[in-house]
């Protein structure tokens, strides 16, 4: 026969499996007992059903046959009861076993209504995961029975905190009053010195004025007791009851209980009345920053760990948990960035019949008694205000059957109260308990047999028992909702548990711990002890709130001079313009950053272009050769890229060239186009001045070519000279244009409105086509002209410099062209990277972010790139991705520190696209005026991998530029392979108008 211990008491190794968290050396404790697949001790035998009842057996909420659960499985007998009571193994009786044992008697079917099997504690752990995210949804929070209140709490101690924080803690009988030193020092264990005020009866059910203005005499007197200094004293507000709160300093009582019906305050703001009562006693040095309950008290006194403590439980007279959610899923609330401490208010699951199918008549019968019938439904089977009742119902009911108290008067157990969760507790101690239910039962008139107090010590331990897996199963919800959330695969995690259920039972930590271990196998748990949860994390709390204010002034303050207004946007899009004018004419180009570089490209597609074009794409290393066609159905195209090797790059002209030429003709014959002169586009992005539409003479190389011989020459005649070389007379260049040029082209193929191209990727540009009656530096007065912006330059004549911060001229004085491409050096991607990592330095530096983690990877130039900054804005990404992609820099990000960097990326960002936004206001408002237009629909073409792949430079991009020009109704086409088929389709455009 086997042992209890090996059926219900251990699994096998394997069995559920160890993640390697569980090698953690800050977890050895629990690693240790919980970690290599063991669970705590099975009951004593005498326990009945005990913890095997919880875990062990499969059967339904009731048995189906007599004497059998659904399993085939025996229940205990009467005799295992009396063999129990006089401490010895009832054999043969064994959960588990098979035989055939006696009918299901009335004490079984009570220990059996009391039971829920592992597969229900399953069911009821998935409907509480069910209910917290209704409760968490913004569409179906207002439906939900468990609440999901946000708290405001944003983040655990760091040992950081520093000051006198004030703490009042409303009690069920009494006011404590707490002063608590925090020094900053890292150190657990702040000083506190409190004073208890007992509370007069009447207060509790007597007006809301009363209570408040007791609550501030207390502190009063308690402050005049104490010397210290009358500078600004915080004070954090414990209390307990269910309130809506919509700020750290601002909660609104939803309802009262525990015995409270003060008058005139549901519905009101609790913070505020304290606040009003305490500036009645003249204390205006003391200001209520933050108000909690007892739960979020008991999480952040056991947060100063190395693992945070981010989970809370409460089983007292009632019962409630909170715990550290990611701020995304929190949706009744704005915030979306790090973690929010949610109050789940889980007393009320159940509220909605979630629950009745574990409800049992003694259940039914405490709830009707109850001052809230049909409310607080998983409260009422869990908290100890009801335990006591719930066995009295169930003795009645065995007492009305004539199984207990034969010859008893039984009128004293119709008393609500009569037995109370104390004496239950008292009961179901092992070596006490006997003696304990005697006297219990006997001081309510009872004359309990040897029996009898063996019967009620079996239903008190079921019932409280019950109550722990319950616990167990709603905690065991809670780490699976965080690990699912966090995307993790095991979670560690500290879990403080405070109330009287928990402190004055160890049977009830180790069911609850098998419970949790059993339902959320993935999750690795070290439940804490709190100590003086309340008063002191209520100080914790508050003193957190405090430095997170202090950050947030500092963090505000340095990240001030990059958060652009209206009236900074308006002011850039003007000066746009101003340059803009000034650049088009003849005799203030010169001295215009805005350099306005006529293109010769007189007209954007119509559609009507036909025909067999080559591009010739050459940009850096690698270049590319294209084919396009043209017809009625659309545009097809071939390419092939060929390389250019290093020695041809820096050797001479004439060989970059004829390594060109010598390409074009290797695709041409693989392309079958050898006996065709086909018209080319030429894109060359390398700085050129153009002097028509196929002539371009090169200023400088950049990317690394530097052939000689060809800078101030033109570039389309080094390519026909080449192609003569080479005796390739069948190459017929009709057009030279650069990147901007050629996005606004491709897209003008798709979209006849597009008449401005956009590029904002490494670098930055912009094109549109000006009437040519404003362009002062070219002959001719009659249609319009594609103008090359090159407003990368804006602000190099100082215009720009009041928007430049101290990030911006670090950034820049260690470019390659310090002083030059001002505005490109706030927008696009080759800088924003840097920005950042400025602004993080100047965070380390005060001991902001990274604190007391030494960062030697941030000094490296250009170590955070750009591409970081489009990872880590990702809407919906967790912190703890953040938190990867920081470690991957060897930067020990924490939670908070991860959002704080997300947020000096987002402002980073932000500015980058509101500047590109007024800058092209300014375009779009100026196209408008030329056209004597009231509205102007246009369409943009758009490229470059800033605007591609950042998650929502786009979004503001747009959303600015309709706030500042809302006279234009503008799209944004992107441009696919601008360069190469836009290249072709400006010869196709220039063929097009020669033929006409």
Excluded at 115 to 129: D, F
Excluded at 432 to 445: F, I, N, P, S
Excluded at 728 to 734: C, E, G, I, N, S
């Amino acid at each position: 026969m086997a042992s209890p211990q090996r059926r219900g008491g251990r699994r096998q190794p394997g069995q559920y499996g160890v993640g390697s968290s569980a090698t953690d050396p800050r977890w050895k404790g629990e690693a240790g007992r919980l970690g290599q697949g063991h669970l705590p001790s099975p009951a004593a035998p005498e326990d009945g059903l005990g913890i095997f009842a919880i875990v062990g057996h499969s059967c339904p909420l009731y048995p189906r046959l007599p004497g059998r659960d659904c399993s085939g499985r025996t229940l205990p007998s009467d005799d295992a009861v009396e063999t129990a009571a006089e401490g010895r193994s009832p054999v043969g009786h064994q959960l588990g076993e098979r035989s055939d044992g006696p009918a299901c008697t009335p004490v079984q079917r009570v220990l059996l209504a009391l039971t829920i099997p592992l597969e229900m504690l399953q069911v009821v752990k998935g409907r509480m995961m069910q209910a917290m995210n209704k409760g968490l949804s913004r569409q179906t929070h207002a439906q939900a029975t468990v609440k999901m209140l946000p708290t405001y709490i944003c983040s655990t101690p760091n040992g950081t905190e520093n000051g006198n924080v004030l703490v009042v803690e409303l009690c069920q009988s009494h006011v404590r009053i707490l002063l608590a030193t925090f020094l900053g020092d890292r150190n657990d264990s702040p000083q506190l010195t409190d004073k208890i005020f007992d509370m007069p009866g009447d207060i509790t059910q007597g007006t809301g004025e009363a209570l408040f203005d007791f609550i501030a005499q207390c502190v009063h007197q308690f402050l005049g007791a104490m010397s210290i200094s009358k500078e600004r004293l915080p004070l954090g507000f414990v209390f307990p009851f269910s309130c809506r709160q919509t700020r750290l300093d601002k909660a609104e009582l939803i309802s009262w209980s525990k015995g409270f019906s003060c008058s005139d305050v549901e519905g009101k703001d609790v913070v505020q009345l304290l606040q009003l009562a305490i500036n009645k006693q003249e204390l205006s040095h003391v200001e209520v920053v933050a108000l909690l309950n007892d739960t979020v008290g008991t999480m952040m006194t056991c947060s100063m760990r190395e693992i945070p403590c981010e989970v809370a439980l409460i089983v007292d007279k009632g019962t409630n948990s909170c715990f550290m959610a990611e701020a995304q899923h929190v949706q009744t609330v704005e915030e979306t960035n790090g973690q929010m401490c949610v109050n789940t208010e889980w007393g009320c699951f159940g509220d909605d019949g979630a629950l009745n199918d574990i409800l049992t008549p003694y259940d039914q019968h405490v709830d009707q008694e109850s001052s809230n019938p049909g409310v607080k439904r998983f409260e009422k089977l869990v908290g100890s205000l009801y335990l006591g009742d719930i066995v009295r119902h169930a003795l009645i009911a065995l007492a009305t059957e004539k199984v207990l108290f034969i010859g008893s008067d039984i009128t004293a157990l119709g008393t609500k109260g009569a037995l109370r969760t104390q004496e239950v507790l008292e009961i179901i101690n092992n070596e006490e308990g006997m003696t304990k239910a005697r006297m219990t039962l006997e001081a309510l008139g009872l004359r309990p047999s040897e029996r009898d107090c063996c019967r009620v010590q079996q239903i008190c331990r079921a019932v409280v028992s019950r109550s722990a897996a319950l616990c167990g199963a709603g905690l065991a919800a809670i780490l699976s909702l965080i690990r699912q959330s966090r995307g993790l695969e095991r979670l560690l995690i500290n879990v403080a548990v405070d109330g009287e259920l928990y402190r004055a039972h160890g049977r009830f930590k180790e069911i609850l711990q098998t419970v949790v271990g059993l339902l959320a196998p993935e999750c690795l748990t070290r439940l804490l002890p709190s100590v003086d949860g309340t008063g002191r994390g209520a100080a914790m709390v508050t003193a957190v709130a405090l430095r997170l204010a202090d950050q947030r002034r500092e963090v505000n303050q340095l990240l001030a001079p990059l958060r652009l207004t209206r009236a900074d946007l308006e002011r850039v899009q003007a000066l746009m313009r101003q340059e803009m004018d000034l650049g088009l004419g003849k005799e203030t180009n010169a001295n215009a950053s805005v350099r306005m570089l006529p293109t010769y490209v007189r007209g954007t597609p119509d559609g009507t272009e036909r025909g067999e074009f080559l591009a010739l794409d050459l940009g850096g290393t690698n270049f590319r050769v294209l084919v396009v066609r043209m017809a009625e159905k659309g545009i097809r195209m071939a390419s092939q890229i060929y390389v250019i090797p290093a020695n041809i790059m820096q050797g001479t002209g004439q060989a970059l060239f004829d390594h060109i030429i010598d390409c074009i003709m290797d695709f041409q014959l693989k392309q079958d186009l050898m006996g065709q002169v086909l018209p080319l586009g030429f894109t060359f992005s390398f700085p050129c001045k153009q002097m028509g539409l196929d002539k371009a003479v090169l200023l400088t190389w950049t990317k690394g070519f530097s052939a000689s011989d060809c800078v101030g020459k033109d570039v389309v005649q080094l390519l026909r000279e080449a192609a003569q070389r080479k005796q390739h007379l069948a190459l017929k260049v009709v057009a030279v244009v650069n990147d901007t040029v050629g996005t606004m082209m491709s897209c003008g193929y798709d979209d006849p409105k597009c008449e401005i191209g956009l590029i904002v990727g490494t670098g930055t540009n912009a094109c549109y086509m000006e009437e040519m009656q404003n362009v002062g530096t070219v002959e001719g007065e009659q249609g319009r002209m594609c103008i090359n912006m090159e407003w990368g330059a804006f602000g190099d004549n100082g215009c720009l410099d009041h928007l430049f911060t101290e990030f911006d001229r670090m950034v820049d004085e260690k470019t390659i062209n310090p002083g030059k491409q001002r505005f490109e050096k706030l927008i696009s991607g080759m800088y924003l990277g840097e920005i950042v990592r400025h602004i993080l330095l100047a965070l380390v530096e005060k001991q902001i972010l990274f604190h007391d983690k030494a960062c030697p990877t941030l000094q490296n130039k250009d170590i955070f790139k750009t591409k970081f900054l489009s990872t880590i804005e990702i809407d919906g990404l967790a912190l703890k991705k953040v938190r990867a992609i920081l470690w991957d820099l060897e930067l020990q990000a924490n939670f908070e520190d991860s959002v704080l960097v997300r947020e000096v990326c987002q402002t980073v960002s932000l500015r980058a696209a509101q500047l590109c936004a007024a800058g092209l206001a300014a375009v779009v408002e100026k196209m408008r005026e030329n056209r004597g237009l009231g509205q102007l629909a246009v369409t943009v073409g758009v490229d470059g991998t800033l605007y591609k792949m950042h998650p929502s430079f786009s979004q503001h991009l747009q959303q600015t530029l309709q706030d500042l020009a809302p006279n234009c109704a503008v799209t944004f086409l992107q441009s696919e392979d601008g360069s190469g088929k836009g290249a072709a389709l400006v010869a196709a455009v220039a063929v097009r108008g020669d033929e006409s």
